[in-house]
């Protein structure tokens, strides 16, 4: 069993996460976890580095062979080597599809709350974006049919995000088809984050929305990484996978000399990631999964004023403290009385600002830390 346990002080390594706020602070906050790489992928960065010449990269065949088969094993995709587009990230992804596809002007819809990032790119390219609500119920978060296909009716395009940040809900193949039947009968692009698709809980299987029909291959554009699950970002390397040739071809022009080639080392992470770490992903799940497991249980305990629908997968939870109304805001009020760091409820949408969101992809120690640092914040009120 792989040790997830240990705490190793990331203080002095350029980590964004740990940089941001003073070193009294615990952060919670960026999608990245606490945790060492697998050591397949160290051992696979330290044998590329026998060789000292570290010149431009370019993803071999062996990577691309590895995706294609991949995607076969893992969601029954048939790809090719061809489909695939190397990028330094998933964030320049979505902005290169949206610059690629779509004109000033014209709409596409997201689905609030929602990673800023993805709220933010439609204004870098004079498209008005649309916002369609998931909605909490009793059975997880939904989306509010009426408002999205009015959204949807709208826009050239569907920015989508599945699994969910920061709800962390996993679409259903049933609502993937749906969407995608939506996206078909509108003639919209679809533009698919699916950045932590390996990071799904309860044993539940990811589904790429381009798998869902002929039609949804053809208008999709699939944007994945190996940097969320085995906590590589760093590294900046990811792939969109692109079946269509002529949006694949735009897509690719709308580098622009402001998308680079890909890191030489995170190409090599990215394979050892996927060929060998497979072991390593079992055991984060499980790991991930009895976190998860255990703040549920920690905030129905001890924090009966926040609510929380169980994240089914990432290693991120959506926290609503609306009915505890802390001022000014949730985020500043557990960083001001409790000296612990989440991401702000604001990030993600206008309505927000008495949510947080936790990062619980850390050893158990750091949670359990974090649960202490709120319910001394939370003493004050
Ligand atoms: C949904 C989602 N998309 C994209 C990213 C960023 O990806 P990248 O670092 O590859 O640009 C993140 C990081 O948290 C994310 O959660």
């Given amino acids: ?44 960065l330290n044998e590329r580095l026998q060789h000292p010449v570290l010149g431009y990269g370019i993803a071999r065949t062996e990577l691309r062979d590895q995706i294609v088969a991949d995607m076969a094993e893992k969601y029954g995709w048939a790809i090719t080597r061809e489909d695939i587009v190397f990028l330094p990230g998933v964030e320049p992804g979505f902005n290169m599809a949206l610059k690629a596809m779509l004109a000033p002007g014209d709409s596409v819809t997201v689905q609030t709350p929602m990673y800023r990032p993805i709220l933010n790119a439609p204004g870098h390219w004079g498209l008005v974006r649309q916002d369609a609500a998931l909605m909490p119920s009793s059975s997880g978060w939904v989306m509010d049919e009426a408002s999205f296909g009015e959204k949807l009716a ?42 932590h698709c390996d990071l799904l809980l309860d044993g539940r299987q990811h589904i790429p929305i381009a798998t869902t029909s002929a039609d949804a291959a053809d208008r999709t554009i699939t944007l994945m990484a190996a940097s969320k699950t085995y906590n590589i970002a760093g590294l900046k390397t990811a792939f969109a996978i692109i079946q269509n040739p002529d949006i694949r071809e735009r897509f690719a022009a709308s580098r622009l000399g402001m998308v680079d080639s890909v890191n030489i080392l995170g190409l090599e992470a990215t394979l050892a990631a996927f060929r060998s770490a497979g072991a390593w992903k079992t055991d984060l799940l499980a790991y991930l999964q009895s976190n998860r497991d255990f703040l549920m249980g920690e905030l129905a305990n001890r924090f009966p004023g926040i609510r929380c629908i169980a994240p089914e997968g990432t290693f991120l939870a959506w926290l609503d403290c609306s009915d505890l109304k802390l001022a000014p805001n949730a985020q500043s009020f557990f960083l001001d009385h409790g000296k612990v760091a989440f991401s702000a409820g604001s990030e993600f949408g206008t309505a927000y600002d008495q949510y947080v969101r936790l990062n619980f992809g850390c050893p158990r120690a750091i949670l359990e830390e974090g649960l202490h640092r709120m319910a001394t914040a939370l003493s004050h009120v």
Avoid at 24 to 35: H, I
């Fill in 1 to 44: 069993m792989t040790d997830f346990d240990t705490v190793l002080n990331r203080h002095g390594t350029g980590s964004s996460k740990w940089s941001r706020y003073p070193d009294n602070v615990l952060p919670m906050w960026v999608a990245d976890m606490d945790f060492p790489a697998a050591p397949e992928i160290i051992a696979a």
């Fill in 154 to 195: 709208l826009s050239k395009a569907l920015l989508f995000c599945n699994p969910h940040n920061p709800t962390g809900k996993v679409f259903t193949q049933a609502e993937l088809e749906h969407i995608a039947s939506l996206c078909q009968s509108r003639d919209a692009l679809i533009i698919s984050d699916e950045i």
